[in-house]
């Protein structure tokens, strides 16, 4: 797990990101748009340190719901907390690899993003592009179905990937994403994601 390298990128980003994030969408298939990608929960990257969500990257093709959790399904490859993802074209297929995970996507770099929920793998409820960091870089909302309650929403933050173009990505849709409104959880989030940058910057100041 990269989580020294991740967290500094996307302290720098998100800080930023978060003042200009965009309509939340539902995306659900993405791809990269460089060798690697990388992710990291709220836990990561606001205190560096370890919380024991899991995540994974599926196929595009993957049965994956927002709501309801596969417990059945495996994902081609999948982290705790923060990763650093690689991507390397072989063949038709694409390697996908972090630390001594490794795995393939078949046929194309397309992938789903899973967050392992109490009744097994879930995909995002929503997406938010993060606008002032460009079409790169998102924050993902997963929300536990077994929790219908405050604090039932999970976050992840990814860079150099983008919602995919493949209109059979999309099963159903046509190939166009969803809009759904943005989540009155996610501007809390946000709050307090920039108290807690402030409150570090000015502990560092003083030490310095």
């Known amino acids: 797990m990269d ?3 991740v967290t500094k990128v996307f302290k720098a980003g998100v800080v930023a990101g978060l003042l200009a994030m965009s309509d939340a969408s539902s995306a659900s298939v993405w791809a990269p748009t460089d060798n ?3 992710f990291a929960n709220t836990y990561a990257l606001l205190l560096n340190m370890p919380s024991g969500e899991k995540f994974g990257i599926f196929e595009d093709t993957a049965l994956l719901s927002s709501s309801i959790g596969n417990a059945i399904i495996n ?3 999948s982290f705790f907390d923060a990763a650093t993802v690689t991507f390397t074209q072989n063949g038709v297929n694409v390697d996908i690899k972090t630390g001594n995970s490794t ?3 078949l046929g194309s770099s397309n992938f789903q993003l899973g967050w392992w929920s109490p009744t097994g793998w879930i ?6 592009m993060i606008s002032l960091l460009g079409q790169t870089s998102w924050s993902l909302a997963f929300v536990d179905p077994t929790n219908h309650g405050a604090g039932n929403e999970h976050r992840l933050f990814a860079f150099d990937i983008k919602a995919s173009q493949a209109s059979s990505d999309y099963p159903g849709s046509g190939g166009t994403p969803a809009a759904v409104p943005l989540p009155a959880t996610a501007w809390f989030m946000m709050t307090a994601v920039l108290g807690f940058l402030a409150k570090g910057r000015r502990k560092s100041t003083v030490l310095a």
Do not use: F, I, K, R
């Open 3 to 5: 989580n020294m390298q």
């Open 103 to 105: 795995g393939a996507l």
């Open 123 to 128: 995909t995002e409820s929503s997406s938010s």
């Open 36 to 38: 690697d990608s990388q």
């Open 75 to 77: 994902p081609v490859l």
